[in-house]
């Protein structure tokens, strides 16, 4: 079936360096992803979204891109913090609601 | 405003028992969604229901899985006859329409014994 995947399934930083998580998805259909972060032993949290018709939007802190030429997804986190630590899924709406996560990329941040 | 609620956290259940998984989505939310997760791996979609129906279960197994999103109380995910295999932590979403974000509860890791 079809899913979405991850570049780097691992990254290390260096606290207060900017971050990369890329995803590539694989329906070109899909309209609507999300990143989400899962610290240890919890449930998903909420980042930031991104629907189609757009190709950038700012968070606090971090930025999603969308490319659709190519199907890539990526989040950037500035000034990484210990506490961004965490397993980054992305997720993408596909048509008919169904919404499919990625393997998910951990991030280390290195004091 | 409470988040989703998922109870219990912790299930401890033998080969061949059932396992009642309960999750409360947030106020105002119709839809809710249930996931699989295993130890380092993604989230499995498992089924999408609204109120009194399943909109999608393409990806729960066909035998021995259930699910219910009642008109009055939580939605209920069943595994009847669990097997090992079946040991996970499995996460509950509720978004108020399909088209929006979910919002996840702490989930409930099952262990089968």
């Not at chain 2, 939605?75 to 509950?92: E, H, K, M, N, T």
């Amino acid at each position: 079936g079809e899913s979405v995947g991850l570049h780097l399934p691992t990254l290390s930083v260096q606290e207060g360096d900017n971050s990369i998580i890329n995803c590539a998805y694989s329906n070109s259909a899909s309209d609507y992803f999300i990143w989400y972060k899962q610290e240890s032993g919890k449930g998903p949290q909420f980042i930031i979204d991104i629907r189609s018709n757009m190709d950038k939007r700012q968070g606090q802190r971090v930025t999603v891109l969308l490319n659709k030429t190519v199907k890539h997804l990526s989040l950037q986190i500035a000034a990484t913090q210990p506490g961004d630590s965490a397993v980054y899924f992305c997720a993408e709406k596909l048509p008919g609601n169904d919404m499919r996560f990625g393997a998910g990329t951990r991030l280390t941040v290195k004091p | 405003n409470a988040g989703v609620m998922q109870n219990p956290r912790h299930l401890v259940r033998r080969r061949g028992q059932e396992a009642r998984l309960r999750c409360s989505p947030m106020k105002g939310h119709s839809h809710v969604y249930w996931y699989r997760q295993l130890p380092e791996e993604g989230l499995k979609f498992m089924v999408y229901l609204q109120k009194e129906n399943i909109i999608d279960e393409s990806g729960m197994p066909k035998e021995r899985f259930s699910a219910e999103f009642p008109k009055e109380g939580p939605s209920i995910l069943r595994i009847q006859q669990v097997v090992r295999g079946d040991s996970a932590a499995y996460f509950c979403a509720s978004s108020p329409d399909p088209g929006y974000e979910q919002y996840f509860g702490p989930g409930t890791r099952l262990t089968v014994t």
